[in-house]
């Protein structure tokens, strides 16, 4: 059995308990502890599933946080387990939700990592496609650029396997400077026209003409 076999597999298993949790509440056999329970559940599913099939579902923001929820409820029941008079029943179910949990956790908090090209527009990627095109060819690439009352500079560079980008950027007589490194293309595009007043075509338009750098 292959990986994606085997992720598409635990999806539907995941998918199951939800399902079967729904059932069990529609039919009265539920708490409202249990409702809480198959709505995080349910909101995982959407996060497991969209990491099994590399697409981008609700906001990036959403899937980490939801991630350390998830992983402070299986330290609960794990304290659980050695400090509460269970039964031999309940630790055994108590052990194996904590497992399984931890499976999740592992995979949303990899979903919620937004240097991915899963989470990237259209846009983004063809920006970032050309900013590797131009990387291809300078060893650095350096834009300055004002509009109206902003200013920015923003130095681009790859260090290894991943992308360095170093912005100046300014607002009347308040300076900011900050640095941050990416895996993707795409994010890099999208971190530099979010963060300041200058676009990708604009790297474009200054290097379209510039001869290969030879260094």
């Not at 199951?16 to 509440?25: F, N, P, Q, S, Y």
């Not at 989470?119 to 509009?147: C, F, H, N, Y």
Request: with cysteine; net charge negative; glycine share 8%.
């Amino acid at each position: 059995m292959n990986m994606n076999r085997a992720y598409f597999l635990l999806g539907a298993f995941y998918s199951l308990l939800v399902l079967l949790g729904i059932v069990a509440l529609l039919i009265g056999a539920g708490s409202p502890m249990a409702l809480v329970q198959v709505a995080v559940g349910a909101l995982a599913v959407i996060g497991l599933w969209g990491y099994i099939l590399d697409k981008g579902f609700l906001n990036p923001r959403l899937w980490r946080p939801l991630a350390y929820l998830l992983g402070t409820g299986a330290v609960l029941q794990l304290v659980a387990t050695l400090t509460a008079s269970l039964s031999l029943v309940d630790i055994t179910w108590m052990l194996i939700s904590a497992m399984f949990s931890a499976l999740m956790i592992f995979i949303l908090h990899q979903y919620g990592d937004r240097d991915q090209d899963l989470w990237a527009t259209p846009e983004e990627i063809e920006g970032g496609r050309l900013l590797g095109e131009l990387l291809s060819q300078q060893p650095e690439l350096v834009m300055e650029k004002q509009d109206q009352d902003r200013q920015a500079t923003v130095n681009v560079s790859k260090v290894g396997e991943r992308y360095r980008a170093s912005v100046v950027r300014a607002r009347g007589e308040t300076e900011e400077r900050f640095e941050e490194h990416f895996s993707c293309l795409s994010t890099l595009a999208f971190f530099i026209e979010k963060y300041t007043c200058i676009t990708v075509g604009d790297f474009g338009r200054k290097y379209a003409d510039s001869p290969a750098s030879t260094a």
